[in-house]
């Protein structure tokens, strides 16, 4: 059974970090590209960052680029979302995405072309 399942969400104060955890199970996570997006209610979807299972390229929204670090770990089957100098305007549910890929990536790769997804977990940035 595939399965995404994302952790390490929260609360935490401006200016704050946190690093959320994508386990994959279920598939060979070698051949996916994985994608972090995040959604608040009322707006789509939105892609923050993939990383490339081909040669670990990485890509970020220009709203997180510089904030925001994807790295993959394929022997544990996780991808990791450390983000940095948290805004009030991260606030969302963040959400992991498997994309079945064999070719390289050269963009923030769009959310109609993942292929399985995990169930979120809610970041939240106050004081």
């Known amino acids: 059974q595939v399965q995404l399942v994302e952790s390490g969400g929260g609360l935490v104060q401006p200016g704050g970090s946190l690093t959320l955890s994508c386990d994959a199970s279920?598939?060979?996570?070698?051949?996916?590209?994985i994608g972090w997006f995040r959604q608040v209610p009322g707006k789509e979807r939105e892609g923050v960052s993939c990383i490339s299972n081909t040669d670990s390229t990485t890509y970020y929204a220009d709203s997180v680029k510089g904030r925001f670090t994807i790295s993959r770990d394929n022997a544990k089957s996780t991808v990791y979302l450390q983000m940095n100098s948290l805004k009030p305007e991260d606030t969302a549910v963040y959400y992991c995405?498997?994309?079945?890929?064999?070719?390289?990536?050269?963009?923030?790769?769009?959310?109609?072309?993942?292929?399985?997804w995990g169930q979120g977990t809610q970041v939240t940035v106050s004081s």
């Open positions: 279920g598939f060979a996570l070698d051949y996916y590209t």
């Open positions: 995405a498997a994309d079945f890929r064999l070719k390289p990536v050269t963009r923030l790769i769009p959310r109609v072309e993942y292929d399985y």
